[in-house]
């Protein structure tokens, strides 16, 4: 078995190109990999297609990207909590296709799966399916790109849209244990995205809060097996980017 170990988060994203597309884990801000995007980040790499349940926050995650102009496109099911996205989006400056969540997240695992397209009822009905939902605006706000029309097919007399799915140059992920062979647990939530992103790259790089030795991970207890991680950086707890963010803060 190969060991998957490299020695830094910068020779593990040293690869990854302009124009390159992006599956990056996490759900609002638990499992961001936030060593490999501030790595990318410092490696200057521009014209990114991000594929991800969110874009970060204005200064975590793949906000940091965002601010620095460095993303062209991005695909994601919630954008609420990052006001430079919004200036970004409604200047014309990036390209925005929303997508339903769980239309994303089998977006994500089919591409894994070699499934190329799937059909569901999420979207049947609205802007999703019919097309015309803005994608992209100019200066001015005119909508200069919007979405095309998707086939939509009747199953046993109820309507499904045809929806296609990803398989991104390189997944970025974070998962809380994993061994020298890229086997890979992950921690409560942030079992959101993680691994689907992890399934649909076609090389997938994983931040790692513990690195345990081959034989050490109980097989039944493994979340994502080693066929999908190409690559694994060890982020232990105490390290700069070992903080784990609060979106909300709610205090009575």
């Known amino acids: 078995m190969i060991?998957?170990?490299?020695?830094?988060?910068?020779?593990a994203v040293a690869d990854i190109g302009d124009g390159a597309s992006l599956a990056v884990g996490g759900f609002g801000l638990?499992?961001?990999?936030?060593?490999?995007?501030?790595?990318?980040?410092?490696?200057?790499?521009r014209d990114l297609t991000t594929i991800s349940n969110n874009c970060g926050v204005d200064d975590w995650g793949l906000g940091i990207l965002l601010s620095d102009g460095r993303i062209r496109r991005t695909i994601?099911?919630?954008?609420?909590?990052n006001k430079e996205f919004a200036r970004q989006f409604l200047a014309g400056e990036l390209e925005v296709v929303l997508t339903p969540?769980?239309?994303?997240?089998?977006?994500?695992?089919?591409?894994?799966?070699?499934i190329p397209a799937f059909f569901t009822a999420a979207g049947v009905g609205t802007l999703v399916a019919e097309g015309g939902l803005p994608q992209r605006y100019d200066a001015e706000g005119n909508v200069v790109l919007a979405s095309s029309p998707k086939e939509v097919r009747a199953f046993n007399g109820a309507d499904y849209v045809l929806e296609e799915s990803l398989t991104p140059d390189f997944a970025l992920v974070h998962a809380q244990k994993a061994d020298r062979h890229?086997?890979?647990?992950?921690?409560?939530?942030?079992?959101?995205?993680n691994p689907l992103c992890a399934m649909a790259g076609r090389i997938t790089i994983a931040e790692v809060e513990e690195?345990?030795?081959?034989?050490?991970?109980?097989?039944?207890?493994?979340?994502?097996?080693?066929?999908?991680?190409?690559r694994i950086?060890?982020?232990?707890a105490g390290s700069p980017h070992s903080e784990k963010r609060i979106e909300k803060r709610t205090v009575s």
Do not use: W
């Open 3 to 11: 060991d998957k170990v490299v020695a830094s988060a910068e020779e």
């Open 30 to 45: 638990c499992g961001i990999p936030v060593a490999l995007i501030d790595a990318l980040h410092r490696q200057g790499t």
């Open 76 to 81: 994601s099911s919630y954008v609420g909590e």
């Open 101 to 114: 969540q769980g239309t994303l997240a089998e977006k994500l695992r089919a591409g894994g799966a070699g």
């Open 182 to 193: 890229g086997n890979l647990v992950f921690h409560a939530t942030a079992m959101n995205f």
């Open 211 to 230: 690195l345990v030795e081959p034989g050490e991970l109980d097989p039944e207890h493994v979340h994502l097996p080693g066929i999908f991680v190409q």
């Open 233 to 236: 950086v060890h982020v232990p």
